[in-house]
């Protein structure tokens, strides 16, 4: 069963730059993984922001971005703002099936 | 506009079965490969499992902690996604959201408990 790691809780000042991570168990992720990303307000549904390691959907602002880097997904929030406190998830497929990573508290402080 | 909006969530008893579905308008639905996703209350989210379209098999991947219980379907004709649950365990319980291709739900909540 793979497990996929996130730091739990990152703190960014408003306007800062912050990368999130996103490892699996196995080894290194890949493109092969798709890995996705999601944001999570309180109360509200989840979000996609990313999919398929960098791609975007129409709603993503420009300062969210998607890479592979050393190993792992990374999302990373150019010029934070205060509304992007909130919980974020990676989601990475091996073998057919998903894993979600255990998600990191962003806070915007 | 795409619309996933799930029903059929409600209280049950271990053991019991339920089951959820999803309707979904605004994309073509036959297209589309969908996912089940589960949130524990005050938990992360969980992946549940997954229908791909018939174009590509229309085969269904699983969740080790739910495969053999869980099944998921869809009808096509109906534009409609399915959840059917059995053998119920308390720690089922959650918000259940469909997800399809960047879009999501609003969620259901199956509650078990005796």
């Known amino acids: 069963q793979t497990v996929v790691t996130q730091e739990p809780s990152l703190t960014v000042s408003p306007g800062g730059t912050v990368t999130l991570t996103c490892a699996s168990s196995?080894?290194?992720?890949?493109?092969?993984?798709?890995p996705n990303w999601f944001q999570q307000k309180p109360g509200q549904a989840p979000r996609t922001l990313i999919y398929?390691?960098?791609n975007k959907p129409s709603w993503t602002p420009a300062r969210f971005s998607g890479s592979l880097l050393g190993g792992k997904a990374a999302l990373t929030l150019s010029g934070v703002q205060p509304e992007d406190e909130a919980e974020y998830y990676c989601?990475?497929?091996?073998?057919?099936?998903?894993?979600f990573g255990g998600g990191t508290k962003l806070t915007v402080l | 506009e795409v619309q996933l909006v799930e029903s059929g969530g409600g209280l049950v008893k271990p053991g019991e079965s339920l089951g959820l579905s999803c309707a979904a308008s605004?994309?073509?639905?036959?297209?589309?490969?969908m996912t089940w996703v589960r949130q524990a209350p005050g938990k992360g989210l969980e992946w549940v499992g997954r229908?791909?379209?018939?174009?590509?098999?229309?085969?269904?991947d699983y969740a080790a902690p739910v495969k053999g219980r869980f099944t998921i379907s869809r009808d096509d004709s109906k534009n409609t996604l399915y959840l059917q649950m059995n053998s119920l365990k308390t720690e089922d319980t959650a918000v259940y959201y469909c997800?399809?291709?960047?879009?999501w739900g609003q969620g259901t909540l199956v509650t078990v408990s005796s």
């Open positions: 997800a399809s291709t960047n879009y």
């Open positions: 229908i791909k379209s018939k174009t590509d098999g229309g085969t269904t």
């Open positions: 989601l990475l497929y091996s073998g057919g099936a998903g894993v």
């Open positions: 605004g994309f073509t639905f036959s297209n589309a490969w």
């Open positions: 398929s390691t960098s």
């Open positions: 196995t080894g290194a992720v890949t493109s092969d993984y798709y």
